[in-house]
């Protein structure tokens, strides 16, 4: 899809199958006249009035025949989801009868809408910006009311109206210097290198703080990522199934049984999280073992929190100094989790050089209650339990914002070190690329990726 199209387009909203009611949606210029065609109302009410309800009967034009009774709602421009004439046509939910449907009004002046096209309208229309967008993209996607929530409050509008802010405000100081560089003998001001140095530091740090929590955002709505982690045999498969209530992981008493990371998604109270199962970390004996050790490290560099399971049953070795290690060297929020309690002890407690560690079974379940609510607090103390700050955005909009920011770096180390039309064009282009954030400034290509993913109906 290349260009706006002012055509009216319909589709079905809701998913196939057998249910109480499905929706179809038509949307254009044309609704109301396609709904005129073949739509009887079963009441004295003039059809179309603006935002109201009728029951009546779906008439095929020529045959006369009635394909459902259905209910048609009408939204008039601008006041529509998309911004345009607007009807919803609710059926009894049979697919006979939704396609029926369906097929009348195609035939009677709409075209079957493409996947996203209703919210690519009401974007071209100005009814959402590229942040809110998104958000309806990740709320029709949410697998928890966590995710959801999340979405919801980016459709409340704050993040479209911080980018919004801050684009506005670079793109006045770029007004000014591009004004100072192109008329010098107006009694234009010339530009106080100071007060802009001062100026695009404060938006700088605002930025980051924003691209901080986008990153958050992504990290919460994918499920906050918790990567087990040990040498092979401390039981961090059977705590996986454990966690999970089934046999989710193979679990044998042969070191080295599980070879490729595992992913289990699960609710830990309103936090979705995606526990990884690991390959044991030792010296790897083969090359798959070699392989699924490389991928343990990848799952750690991708993790939010660790656990680190130690088989408190046996002496530490060298690859348990290993995990230990690797705990460090991740830096990431972690739990010691000595396993296997219900055997004699041998790890002797002084080999976590006295940082906290949990004590529990995997065979008998004792202390996993602990473990979830040390993970709990971990996510609470990170502050991503929040939903307030958080941000949400697409592929193509994190690159955009990446760019900005890098772009508004460049503009800050060459004040005063730099000629003025060299910091506009840095300037430029960060207005440019927060625009691509936002939407005020967006090609068509980015448009077709970004709708590409949505359903047909919304
Ligand atoms: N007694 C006892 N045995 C356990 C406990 N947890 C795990 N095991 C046993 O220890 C052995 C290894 O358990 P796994 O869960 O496969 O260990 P792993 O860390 O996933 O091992 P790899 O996949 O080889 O890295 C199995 O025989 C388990 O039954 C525990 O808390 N107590
Ligand atoms: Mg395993």
Redesign the pocket.
């Known amino acids: 899809m290349s260009k706006v199209r002012t055509d009216t387009i319909a589709a079905v909203a809701t998913p196939p199958g057998r249910s109480a009611i499905s929706l179809i949606r038509v949307s254009g210029p044309a609704a109301f006249e396609v709904l005129n065609r073949i739509f009887k109302t079963g009441g004295k009410k003039t059809f179309p009035l603006p935002h109201c309800a009728y029951y009546g009967s779906i008439i095929e034009p020529i045959a006369g025949l009635i394909a459902d009774k259905v209910l048609v709602t009408t939204f008039v421009a601008p006041h529509s989801y998309t911004g345009e004439n607007l009807v919803e046509v609710s059926t009894h939910g049979n697919i006979v009868v939704v396609s029926k449907v369906l097929q009348i009004i195609l035939q009677n002046g709409a075209r079957g809408a493409e996947p996203g096209e209703f919210t690519r309208r009401a974007f071209l229309n100005g009814k959402m910006d590229l942040l809110e967008v998104e958000a309806v993209s990740q709320l029709l996607s949410a697998d928890s009311m966590s995710q959801a929530r999340l979405a919801l409050n980016q459709l409340d509008g704050l993040p479209s109206h911080f980018v919004g802010r801050i684009r506005a405000h670079l793109l006045d100081h770029l007004v000014q210097l591009e004004a100072s560089l192109n008329f010098p003998e107006d009694a234009i001001e010339a530009i106080d290198e100071h007060i802009l140095a001062r100026e695009l530091k404060k938006i700088r740090a605002e930025l980051q703080i924003f691209a901080d929590n986008a990153r958050n955002g992504s990290m919460v709505a994918g499920g906050l990522k918790v990567a087990l982690l040990?040498?092979?045999?401390?039981?961090?498969?059977?705590?996986m199934n454990y966690m999970l209530g089934r046999e989710r992981?193979?679990?044998?008493?042969?070191?080295?049984?599980?070879r490729d990371t595992l992913e289990e998604s699960l609710m830990i109270g309103n936090y979705a999280i995606k526990l990884i199962?690991t390959?044991?970390l030792r010296e790897p004996g083969d090359r798959i073992e070699a392989i699924g050790i490389e991928r343990t490290r990848r799952a750690v560099d991708d993790a939010f929190a660790l656990i680190g399971?130690f088989d408190g049953?046996s002496q530490p070795d060298s690859d348990d100094r290993l995990v230990l290690a690797e705990l460090d060297r991740a830096g990431k929020p972690c739990i010691i989790l000595r396993?296997?309690?219900?055997?004699p002890q041998q790890l002797p407690d002084n080999f976590f050089g006295g940082r906290d560690q949990l004590q529990?079974?995997?065979?008998n379940g004792l202390g996993l209650e602990q473990l979830v609510a040390s993970l709990s607090a971990l996510i609470s103390q990170s502050g991503l339990g929040g939903y307030e700050e958080l941000v949400l955005l697409g592929a193509q909009q994190s690159a955009a914002l990446e760019r900005a920011l890098a772009s508004l770096d460049r503009a800050c180390a060459g004040i005063g070190r730099m000629y003025q039309d060299m910091l506009a064009i840095d300037l430029e282009e960060t207005v440019r690329e927060l625009g691509r954030v936002n939407g005020e400034t967006v090609d068509v290509n980015t448009l077709d990726l970004i709708f590409e993913r949505f359903c047909i109906g919304k």
């Open positions: 040990g040498r092979p045999n401390s039981g961090k498969s059977s705590i992981a193979i679990v044998t008493d042969i070191a080295g049984t599980t199962d390959a044991g399971v049953s396993n296997k309690t219900d055997l529990a079974s995997a065979l």
